[in-house]
């Protein structure tokens, strides 16, 4: 069964720093892959998703994500973070033509001012 | 982007009582909708996947005959709790794909249900 690992629990970060969150996943075939945010409150948002071609992939919010097929992992980065960033990161994988989505446990992020 | 809402987005009951959570697909038609638990500082794990028209698909150890879903149009998406239970107190997210291409789920924003 597919799984999907986020190392990092709570990050905490000052403004600016930059940012890599950790996602691993442990499945042999196709994956599509995403992270989602969660802002306190609020339900998930998309920040951005990769199915095939370039991996290197650009989301919302100045987020990107690179998928290294052979390492299986989806890694979260962001250049430099703003308060704002403060939220909930999840790393999800769906496998293929499956129907469902696993998501990681979560990486809470806190972005000091 | 597509918009899943969710009725009612929090809902306090007693204990062996029963509830109803909608979630609805608004502006796509949902051929398939799921249902995840999303405990306090957790992740979100997934308790069934259902099709429109066909019986739910149930993750291992969720009851199925304790969590109802009823997908019966393509926009509609129903969970019962039935005989809650304080121990059933979450926050449920549903969440809505369509048919088209990259597999991508749209979520509710979810309900909290506190059983006393």
């Known amino acids: 069964a597919q799984s999907v690992s986020q190392h990092n629990h709570h990050v905490i970060l000052s403004e600016a720093a930059s940012l890599e969150l950790g996602c691993n996943y442990s499945?042999?075939?196709?994956?599509?892959l995403f992270w989602y945010v969660q802002y306190p409150g609020q339900h998930l948002q998309l920040l951005l998703k990769?199915?095939?071609?370039?991996?290197l992939v650009k989301g919302i919010k100045g987020f990107e994500a690179e998928f290294i097929k052979s390492k299986f992992s989806f890694n979260l980065r962001k250049p430099s973070v703003q308060w704002s960033d403060t939220a909930e990161y999840f790393c999800?994988?769906?496998?293929?033509?499956?129907?469902?989505?696993?998501f990681g446990a979560g990486t809470r992020l806190t972005v000091k001012p | 982007g597509a918009v899943v809402s969710q009725h009612p987005s929090w809902v306090i009951c007693k204990s062996g009582t029963s509830v109803k959570i909608e979630c609805r697909s608004l502006?796509?038609?949902?051929?398939?909708m799921f249902w995840y638990r999303q405990f306090p500082k957790q992740s979100l794990m997934l308790m069934a996947t259902s099709n429109e028209g066909s019986k739910a698909t149930y993750e291992q150890g969720v009851e199925k005959d304790k969590f109802l879903i009823n997908h019966a149009s393509l926009t509609l998406s129903t969970l019962t709790v039935t005989s809650a239970h304080p121990e059933d107190s979450s926050f449920y997210i549903c969440?809505?794909?369509?048919?088209?291409?990259?597999?991508?789920?749209?979520f509710g924003p979810g309900t909290r249900l506190t059983v006393l």
């Open positions: 502006d796509f038609q949902a051929t398939t």
């Open positions: 990769y199915f095939s071609g370039d991996p």
């Open positions: 499945y042999g075939g196709t994956v599509n």
């Open positions: 999800a994988v769906n496998a293929g033509n499956n129907n469902d989505m696993r």
């Open positions: 969440s809505a794909r369509g048919g088209g291409v990259g597999n991508e789920q749209f």
